[in-house]
């Protein structure tokens, strides 16, 4: 008959609080190497949607794997105590006088709430290429005004990042398992709830690889579509500099011999290229905003996957991640205190806030937004709240500040968080507010 010692479970703890550490060194690994910040572009409409679809989706998967790091930790302890437990009963019973070995619980990730990525990529280049100017009458879209190189890169480290996480969980799986077999399952009902506990921990992990994955094939895309169309842009627009030359030069000739028919002509002819470049120009911008969609429609899975798998460690965590019921019953104190709390997760960096004034709708006031940062030229504004609606005229306030400076908006709010005023969410869909969901609050009442 197989008997589960206390060293089983000290060794399967060893392994959970092992992992966890290791899931908050990838995480921070991962966040220093991610370069995006104003890569997605400005240009309407593919740049908006892109640094939403990136910016929420990068969120996803590290609040995915910090989550998962903690309840590793979490769950490490309770097996470890139950390993105490077993020991202290045997040594009781030997009178005290046991051998089984009584040791201090290992040290786990050092995580109190989920990481996010220090860097986004919502804002561009405002970059134009070379003689943009001869179609710029004519063209009805933007230049593409993104860092496609960029985004290539952070697609190359979100992939390695999600095939090393996958790797990371089948070997969790396989540690744990060598230790409670089955035929230890089969013995004891508490070893059996232990690793189907292991086991959401392993899907959740797993899951976040594949996540990582999803993403990174999203960036490569828009990376290969952006990088082919922005060259074939380029490149046109230099042979459409060529021919404007040519046919200038002609115009002279023809002015010394005072044909003036032919002057007309050639002006037609350089109308006409430039129409022409410029209507094959709208169809290269569409074709990149065509694989931003397609590519920010994929990653909504990433949203889904995130709440549902989080929400399987609800019993380690003595809570529901990502939940989105509505916080009640909270003072003013406790109310501030959350708001504090969601702008640290919301990743606000400490600072003196700014007063700065404003006229709306002819009336002068001073604004306070969470975060004026004005090297990524961005306005961020938390709300850890239940819904938007009261906030509607501060946060108007705050965009409109934010275009006459040449910034973008970021609204970040809590999962729970109801978008129910029709001219924020306006603002949202035409890519004026860029909208991000975080866990800004453990919404834990009990």
């Not at 060259?231 to 030069?249: D, K």
Request: aromatic share 6%.
């Amino acid at each position: 008959m197989t008997k589960v010692t206390p060293e089983d479970y000290y060794a399967v703890a060893a392994k959970l609080c092992e992992l966890s550490k290791t899931l908050e060194t990838a995480l921070k690994d991962l966040d220093n190497k991610l370069d995006v910040s104003q890569s997605a572009g400005t240009y309407d409409s593919g740049g908006p949607v892109w640094a939403i679809s990136f910016d929420q989706s990068a969120s996803d998967v590290f609040e995915m794997a910090s989550t998962t790091s903690i309840a590793a930790r979490e769950l490490g302890y309770l097996v470890h105590q139950s390993g105490l437990n077993h020991a202290d009963v045997e040594n009781g019973s030997s009178g005290g006088t046991g051998v089984q070995p009584t040791p201090p619980h290992p040290q786990g990730s050092s995580l109190a709430t989920n990481l996010h990525p220090a860097k986004h990529a919502v804002g561009g280049t405002h970059e134009k290429p070379a003689h943009w100017d001869l179609i710029e009458k004519y063209v009805t879209k933007q230049w593409a005004d993104c860092d496609e190189s960029r985004i290539g890169t952070a697609g190359t480290h979100f992939t390695t990042y999600g095939n090393t996480t996958k790797a990371t969980a089948a070997t969790l799986r396989s540690d744990v398992l060598g230790v409670f077999t089955q035929a230890a399952q089969d013995q004891s009902p508490e070893v059996d709830g232990m690793v189907d506990e292991v086991a959401n921990v392993y899907r959740a992990l797993s899951d976040a690889g594949d996540m990582g994955i999803a993403l990174g094939a999203a960036c490569q895309e828009v990376h290969r579509v952006a990088d082919i169309d922005k060259r074939t842009g380029r490149q046109s627009l230099q042979i459409l500099n060529a021919i404007v030359f040519s046919y200038e030069v002609d115009k002279i000739g023809a002015r010394r011999i005072r044909a003036g028919w032919l002057v007309r002509l050639l002006d037609n002819l350089i109308e006409k290229n430039k129409r022409d470049y410029a209507r094959a120009m709208d169809a290269l911008i569409d074709g990149i905003n065509g694989a931003v969609n397609t590519a920010a429609e994929s990653n909504k899975g990433i949203y889904t996957t995130a709440t549902t798998s989080t929400q399987l460690l609800s019993s380690i965590l003595d809570r529901t991640p990502r939940q989105t019921n509505p916080v009640r019953n909270r003072s003013d104190e406790e109310n501030r205190k959350a708001g504090e709390q969601g702008e640290e997760r919301a990743g606000i960096p400490p600072h003196e806030k700014r007063r700065v004034p404003i006229t709306y709708n002819g009336v002068p006031s001073l604004i306070e937004p969470d975060y004026i940062d004005d090297e990524n030229q961005n306005v961020v504004e938390v709300k850890n709240t239940n819904e938007i609606r009261p906030y509607k005229t501060q946060i108007l306030k705050e965009l409109q500040f934010a275009q006459e400076e040449g910034y973008t908006m970021t609204l970040v709010v809590d999962h729970r968080t109801q978008i129910n005023d029709p001219d924020i969410q306006k603002a949202i869909d035409s890519g004026q507010i860029q909208l991000i969901r975080k866990e800004l609050d453990d919404n834990n009442d009990h």
